[in-house]
């Protein structure tokens, strides 16, 4: 099973990515592939940049990245109660080559955030936005106050009761076909 695990960010430091690479860790049996949005940037989206220099290669690969997985994980950032530009701006030019975007691939959407709400207006920006664009979430997960519980030295849940839900999500994730 090829799990393909990315965070909706481009902080070089990001906290999602490390929740996405613990997270992608719990499936058992799984060829994990952490993809970085950093290795994915491109020019600010706009309809007459599209129209100047066409579809853009990197979109494709990002796409390609995605037909390739058995099951998509993405931890989102939140910026400003919304979705990262740099997670938008992707999805934007690859949804220009593609409509079905996350190719309704069984997905695990999360987030996490260093406030309380986890990143969760993020997390339903993106159940609304994916769930148009080919995104089969078929379970969630938002980890709140990520300095109070992830440890960053061993990279894992720190706290009993969050870590317990997700390995039972992961334990539970229906894996069935695409929609
Ligand atoms: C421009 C900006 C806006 C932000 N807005 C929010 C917000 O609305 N809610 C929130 O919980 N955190 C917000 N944050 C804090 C981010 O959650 C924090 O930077 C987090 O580390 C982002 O995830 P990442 O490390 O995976 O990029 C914001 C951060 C930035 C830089």
């Given amino acids: 099973?090829?799990?393909l695990a990315f965070a909706g960010s481009s902080s070089k430091q990001s906290i999602n990515k490390k929740l996405a690479t613990y997270a992608a860790g719990l499936f058992e049996n799984a060829e994990v592939h952490i993809l970085d949005l950093n290795d994915y940037e491109l020019p600010l989206f706009s309809v007459d940049r599209e129209k100047l220099i066409g579809q853009l290669p990197i979109a494709r690969t990002f796409l390609d990245k995605i037909e390739q997985a058995d099951v998509l994980l993405?931890?989102?950032?939140?910026?400003?109660?919304?979705?990262?530009?740099?997670?938008?701006?992707?999805?934007?030019?690859?949804?220009?080559?593609?409509?079905l975007v996350f190719n309704n691939t069984p997905l695990l959407?999360?987030?996490?955030?260093?406030?309380?709400?986890?990143?969760k207006n993020?997390?339903?920006?993106?159940?609304?936005?994916?769930?148009?664009?080919?995104?089969?979430?078929?379970?969630?997960?938002s980890l709140p106050s990520f300095a109070e519980n992830f440890d960053e030295e061993t990279n894992t849940?720190?706290?009993?009761?969050?870590?317990?839900?997700?390995k039972q999500i992961?334990?539970?994730?229906?894996?069935?076909?695409?929609?």
């Fill in 157 to 166: 849940i720190s706290n009993k009761e969050y870590d317990a839900a997700l």
């Fill in 74 to 99: 993405i931890s989102v950032a939140e910026h400003n109660a919304g979705l990262t530009a740099a997670f938008k701006n992707i999805y934007d030019w690859a949804s220009r080559q593609k409509r």
């Fill in 122 to 141: 993020a997390l339903e920006a993106a159940k609304i936005s994916l769930a148009w664009y080919g995104g089969n979430i078929r379970a969630t997960f």
């Fill in 1 to 3: 099973m090829k799990l």
């Fill in 170 to 179: 992961v334990a539970d994730f229906d894996y069935g076909q695409k929609a």
């Fill in 109 to 119: 959407l999360m987030s996490t955030s260093p406030g309380k709400h986890g990143g």
